[in-house]
């Protein structure tokens, strides 16, 4: 009973932190170009990120 | 990437380099400032498709000193640039990046305007639907440790954790349905968000009242669960509507913005088409569109007037002549005056009629709309019955209060929220493979009510596209030579002669254009000239009709082509396949009758209508619907968006005009006709998914309603019942995909001497 206490908020944390990661995710626009996201791995470029 | 355009296609495309990019004023215009000296310009590059593409296009930008960044976006197809406005003290000229995406081989256009709202309210969806997952899974993963034997302390310290998570979702996500629910009820009407709501809240509200009294039972995941599966199907209803859109918008072809006004001192002035008042000089050059009505002052031209009468032929004008807003100038400059401002012109004329034709389709219902009228009061006054009934017969309001809410909870629209969305999706996904796309929900519902078909001439049955058709019986050194004079005009017959001849060698000496007339050059043979026969041949012979370009040499005929506009491939057997799908098919056009004639009895098509207006199409469809049929229209032209508008449900090729595209509900990419039979049946595929999807749902709730009515609707039931509903939903729409392909139309020719497919494939 008492390693709940822990545990709980432990698990609504981890999950909490998924939940904002997608947020972050989607408000950087990752999801805006599916399509150009999964060529856009096949392209060997200088391996920096482009900023948009 | 062999799959690549800008290899194969690059040598043709760079050689049409010089038409059609916008002009820089207009792109200026078209851009936004983002402060800091950089502005940000939007371009719809419909020809990307891969991967080599992207950096095809993202390389040869990033290598222009001006541009700070440059994204491709393949899902849209547009490209987004970011540049400086000036660099080293000289200001950039935005038709410099447009240019380069030319260079690479691809076409750049500007999009209308009004269609960059982004779409905000998808992102609120697929938040809410994040928010609500996330209780959704931790609220069951507490409700499954309490099912299995938590005891009383625990079981209320999962419950007050339950309560917490859930009160913030549910306020987050629920909006959309509260907000829903009260605009219904503000004005006396309901819909399927009203049962949602109440069921929502009524659910919380108890499951709260039973902790605080340290109940053994609490709601909680099946209100946030309720939740989850609701806003699955919203958004994917939303994406539905949304997604299509934006393709059809990226493919947008640029209609004019501005133009270039002669003041009366002389001095020229860029100006937007609002503000380009009657009377007012306007300098239109070849290649661009007429932005308002007018009347020659000076010089003469071809008039590409599809738009008008849909008709390929250019037509030739000279001084004193009226010409339309919209029409394409084809070979010469004109300088006009205007005779009509913008918004009284041909196109806003065009415009007013698919305004009026509107009503026709705004009074039809969606499907989930016209189920949700019966269903909503329905669940309601089973939920207020079984609550009088269980007070009537124990008296005990908590526990009838706690079966109502069990009703409420069982019975709400949880499947036929996803019913209806997540088989359109899968439809449209198969439709998009197809080559097909789709805007609206409802206009698979409307394709698969149809009865008849009203298919437009030119541009739809046809290619729109004038071809040689006597190429074996001439000289081919003529026709080289022919090719070779027809490289410098932008005539659409110059153009059919170069593509018949294939490479064609340059001809040396002075080559002039002679608008309304042909092409001259003056070469050490003598003087070429390729044109009409009235002017190839020094008057010589009647002018025949546009279909013919004679060649000759020193006025002495050299060769004469022969030209035709030629089927659409898989016309015929499209005109077959409708009429085994039970279907009529019939031509609405606005060219002469012969014509028409003629195509209607190669296709077989026994009802057919000539010279109509755009208003004479549209009063067509309008007298077909009044017969009590529901037609598909199928058409390209400006002159056909009205009729398409006034029609149940219509259809346009990628390659139709702006409007036209628009106007549609259908656009379908590949020229081959089968589209259209293949739309239609995938539709009626997708109609009877739905009403199967219905079926379950009633089904479910005709087995569970009962057991809730009876107080045998235990927490877990209830969470059981309505996951199972909404996946046994969602199982049956995922078998539209796997139905047979065969009727999907196979991808475009790439054949040696074809044009370069224009559209995405």
């Known amino acids: 009973m008492n390693t709940l206490i822990y545990l709980i908020p432990i698990a609504l944390f981890l999950g909490a932190l998924g939940l904002a990661a997608f947020l972050w995710a989607l408000k950087s626009g990752q999801y805006e170009d599916l399509d150009g996201a999964s060529w856009r791995v096949l392209d060997d470029g200088d391996g920096k990120p482009e900023k948009d | 990437m062999s799959c690549c355009a800008a290899g194969v296609e690059g040598a043709l495309e760079i050689e049409r380099a010089g038409q059609g990019l916008p002009a820089s004023e207009e792109l200026w215009l078209a851009s936004r400032a983002l402060g800091d000296g950089l502005r940000q310009t939007d371009l719809s590059v419909p020809g990307v498709h891969c991967g080599a593409c992207i950096t095809t296009i993202e390389g040869a930008l990033r290598k222009r000193p001006e541009v700070e960044r440059a994204r491709v976006n393949l899902s849209s197809r547009r490209v987004s640039v970011v540049w400086k406005e000036e660099l080293e003290g000289r200001r950039t000229d935005p038709l410099e990046i447009a240019r380069a995406i030319r260079g690479c081989g691809y076409e750049a256009h500007l999009f209308a305007a009004g269609e960059e709202e982004g779409d905000v309210l998808l992102k609120q969806l697929i938040r809410a639907v994040a928010v609500s997952g996330f209780a959704a899974t931790n609220i069951m993963l507490l409700s499954v440790s309490v099912w299995s034997g938590a005891d009383a302390a625990t079981r209320d310290l999962f ?339 170069h593509e018949a001849s294939g490479a064609a060698q340059p001809l040396g000496g002075e080559i002039r254009e002679i608008p309304g007339a042909g092409i001259e050059a003056e070469t050490s043979d003598g003087v070429y000239r390729l044109g009409s026969r009235a002017f190839a041949c020094g008057g010589a012979g009647a002018a025949s009709g546009q279909s013919e370009a004679i060649l000759s040499l020193d006025g002495r005929e050299l060769a004469c082509f022969r030209f035709e506009d030629r089927l659409r491939p898989a016309a015929r057997e499209t005109v077959e396949d409708l009429s085994r799908l039970g279907l009529t098919a019939g031509i609405l056009s606005g060219d002469r009758e012969p014509v028409v004639a003629v195509l209607a009895r190669r296709l077989g098509i026994a009802t057919w209508r000539s010279e109509l207006s755009p208003r004479g199409k549209v009063e067509a469809c309008a007298a077909a619907a009044e017969g009590g049929h529901r037609v598909l229209m199928v058409g390209d032209g400006i002159n056909d968006a009205p009729a398409l508008r006034a029609a149940h449900v219509s259809m346009a090729p990628a390659t139709a005009a702006d409007v036209g595209r628009q106007a549609a509900d259908f656009v379908f990419m590949h020229q081959s006709l089968n589209a259209v039979p293949f739309a239609i049946e995938t539709s009626r595929r997708a109609g009877r998914l739905i009403r199967q999807n219905f079926a379950l749902a009633i089904g479910y709730n005709v087995i569970a309603v009962p057991v809730a009515i009876l107080g045998y609707a235990t927490p877990l039931v209830a969470a059981i019942a309505m996951s199972t509903s909404s996946l046994i939903v969602v199982f049956n729409a995922l078998r539209l995909k796997g139905l047979g392909t065969a009727a999907a139309p196979e991808s475009p020719p790439r054949a040696a001497g074809l044009r370069p497919v224009r559209s995405a494939s």
């Not at chain 2, 698919?354 to 705004?362: D, I, Q, T, V």
């Open chain 2, 159 to 497: 419950h007050w954790i339950s309560a917490m998570i859930a009160a913030p979702a549910m306020i987050y996500s629920g909006r959309f349905f509260y907000q829903s629910a009260w605009n219904a009820l503000r004005h006396g009407r309901t819909n399927m968000d009203v049962p949602i709501a109440l069921a929502v809240t009524l659910s919380y509200g108890m499951s709260l009242h039973e902790t605080i009294s340290h109940g053994a039972h609490a709601w909680f995941d099946a209100s946030v669960t309720l939740l989850f599966f609701l806003l699955i199907g919203r958004t994917l209803d939303h994406m539905m509507r949304g997604r299509a859109r934006s393709a059809i918008s990226g493919l947008a072809r640029l209609s004019p913005r501005g133009a270039t006004i002669v003041n009366s001192d002389g001095s020229r002035d860029y100006r937007p088409v609002d503000e380009i008042r009657p009377g007012e000089r306007l300098l239109v050059a070849a290649g661009e569109r007429i932005p308002v009505d007018g009347c020659v002052l000076s010089g003469a031209t071809d008039l590409d007037r599809s738009v008008v009468n849909g008709e390929s032929a250019p037509v030739a004008v000279s001084v004193g002549d009226a010409v339309q807003a919209g029409t394409l100038n084809l070979t010469g400059p004109l300088t006009l005056e205007a005779t009509a401002a913008a918004r009284d012109s041909f196109l806003a004329e065009i415009t007013g009629l698919m305004e009026a034709a509107e009503g026709g389709r705004a009074r039809y219902r969606r499907i989930a709309d016209r189920a949700a009228r019966y269903y909503s009061p329905a669940v309601h006054l089973l939920a207020l019955l079984s609550f009088i009934g269980w007070m009537l017969i124990e008296g005990d309001v908590r526990h009838a209060m706690l079966i109502a809410v069990a009703v409420l909870i069982i019975t709400c629209p949880c499947a036929l929220g996803l019913a209806v969305p997540v088989v359109q999706v899968v439809a449209a996904g198969r439709l998009f493979q197809g080559g097909v796309m789709v805007k609206d929900g409802s206009a698979m519902e409307r394709l698969a009510e149809i009865d008849a078909v009203l298919l437009d001439k030119t541009g739809t049955l046809t290619m729109g596209e004038p071809r040689l058709t006597n190429a074996g019986e001439v000289d081919p050194g003529a026709l080289a030579t022919a090719a070779a004079l027809a490289l410098h005009s932008r005539h659409p017959i110059a153009t059919a002669l």
